[in-house]
């Protein structure tokens, strides 16, 4: 009898036994090609030999040691090289060991920055509905996953939400994108007033929106303007790079597409690759001196923070990202991916969107592509497409159902950087015939 509490109890799942570059190989010996990286983790491949090489070299010298009595020149390896590879007024690394982990330190780190200046009064977290953030309490109530944060509600911190930036949605017929990310900036605007701006912490977004919404980018301008307000009110800027960060969106810091830095950024997923469960908070000099001449501490920390082999293999995955044949394979075919999805998915009248940077790209089915109406959360089409992709050797990442009442089933595709031309031909083709199976169910 299974003794793991599985997250869908009863599911029979497949155990996976091995896997290589881009496939995962179950004990029954069926192949299946990681089409979404697992939900966007395995960046540089599955069994990287360099990647396994970096991590054996470290268990043979040390496994653990507490952050509380020593440092290690890995772990501060990797702190500069993330340093000197992030845009400039991001100098610090505060290393965790997933992103939620990294997501509840940046909110604190938001706090305690503003206790330490002796601006208590600023608690306010404001963030945008149809995010996801993680699952502890605190990522989850900065998240606006309707679906995700239900039967929570009660143990969730306040916090305050305004609209995505999700034009494919919200933006009006006659509006132009320019207007709408500028509406979008005024909704911000007027959220901080009315809470009253010295009492707003820091703005939480996404730069791509990946679980809730199926890799939503911003349009042009939209972050330039919240940098601009979150300055303007003293707020602190927080970027969730968790999942569309380390390279999944061609560059290796989604928000350098933006032009804008936040004041802190969390990455985690690709950071890993997932050789190993690791996160990490970036912050600017101001907030780390504030912590400096202050208390002298970060009130927080976590038993497993900056682990070596953690930080053995993230050291040697982000070298890997950062060679310029693996972004420019992450361009082509990310572009290959999006072009053979609009050539085979053109006629479905079910295909409302498909969008997306890099290799990080969504597909949002709809009931009625001309109205956008979703299809009933009840038929739990992104469940049927997920099954579908399964049995045809495809690991898919579909969501939804049931945001909102606004936003219907989406399938996220991000496969590892190094998959090439033919793989990616195997994805488009497979997922068009899951998505067929599962309409046809
Ligand atoms: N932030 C974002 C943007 C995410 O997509 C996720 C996970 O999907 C998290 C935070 C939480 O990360 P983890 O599942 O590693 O705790």
New binding site residues.
């Given amino acids: 009898m299974a003794r793991i509490l599985h997250r869908s109890i009863g599911q029979t799942l497949p155990h996976a036994a091995s896997a290589q570059g881009v496939y995962i190989t179950d004990t029954q010996g069926r192949r299946y090609l990681d089409g979404s990286g697992g ?2 983790v395995t960046s540089v491949g599955h069994g990287h030999p360099e990647v396994l090489a970096a991590m054996r070299a470290q268990i043979d010298n040390l496994c653990y040691a507490h952050t509380g009595f020593f440092t290690t020149d890995v772990a501060e390896e990797l702190a500069e090289k993330l340093v000197n590879l992030a845009p400039d007024g991001l100098d610090y690394v505060y290393l965790v060991s ?6 509840e330190a940046a909110l604190k780190m938001a706090r305690q920055y503003f206790v330490e200046t002796g601006r208590p009064e600023r608690r306010h977290i404001i963030a945008r509905r149809q ?6 309490l605190g ?1 989850l109530a900065t ?1 606006g996953n309707a679906m995700r944060r239900a039967q929570f509600q009660p143990l969730l911190p306040q916090t305050h939400h305004v609209s995505p930036c999700y034009a494919y949605r919200d933006k009006g017929n006659d509006e132009s994108f320019e207007a709408y990310a500028a509406r979008l900036a005024d909704e911000l605007e007027a959220k901080i007033l009315e809470l009253g701006p010295e009492s707003v912490m820091a703005f939480v977004a ?1 730069p791509v929106v ?2 809730t919404l199926g890799a939503v980018a911003a349009e042009a301008d939209y972050f330039k303007r919240v940098r601009n307000i979150c300055d303007q009110y003293g707020v602190l800027l927080i970027l ?5 960060g380390m390279g999944r969106t061609g560059t290796l810091f989604a928000c350098e597409q933006e032009g804008i830095t936040p004041d802190i950024l ?1 990455i ?2 690709g950071l890993g690759g997932g050789y190993q ?1 690791i ?1 990490a908070v970036l912050l600017s000099s101001a907030i780390h001196e504030s912590f400096a001449s202050g208390s002298g501490l970060f009130q927080h920390g976590h038993t497993y923070l900056g682990h070596p082999v953690a930080a053995a293999a993230a050291n040697k995955v982000v070298e890997i990202i950062a060679r310029p044949e693996t972004l420019a394979n992450v361009n082509a075919m990310g572009e290959r991916l999006q072009r053979g999805l609009e050539a085979a998915l053109v006629a479905s009248p079910h295909v409302g969107d498909i969008r997306g940077r890099g290799l990080f790209r969504g597909i949002e089915l709809v009931a009625d592509r001309e109205q956008k109406t979703p299809f009933d959360p009840a038929r739990k089409l992104h469940a049927r497409i997920k099954r579908q992709a399964m049995a045809r050797g495809l690991i898919s990442y579909p969501m939804g159902g049931t945001i909102d009442g606004v936003h219907g089933d989406h399938v996220l595709l991000a496969p590892p950087y190094t998959i090439q031309a033919d793989e990616i031909d195997l994805i488009i083709e497979r997922i068009t015939q899951a998505i067929d199976a599962a309409l046809a169910e």
């Fill in positions: 939900a966007a997933g992103g939620s982990e990294a997501v995010s996801y953030h993680g699952n502890t990522a998240g996404e990946g679980a969730d790079e968790v999942m569309c969390t985690a997923k469960p996160g």
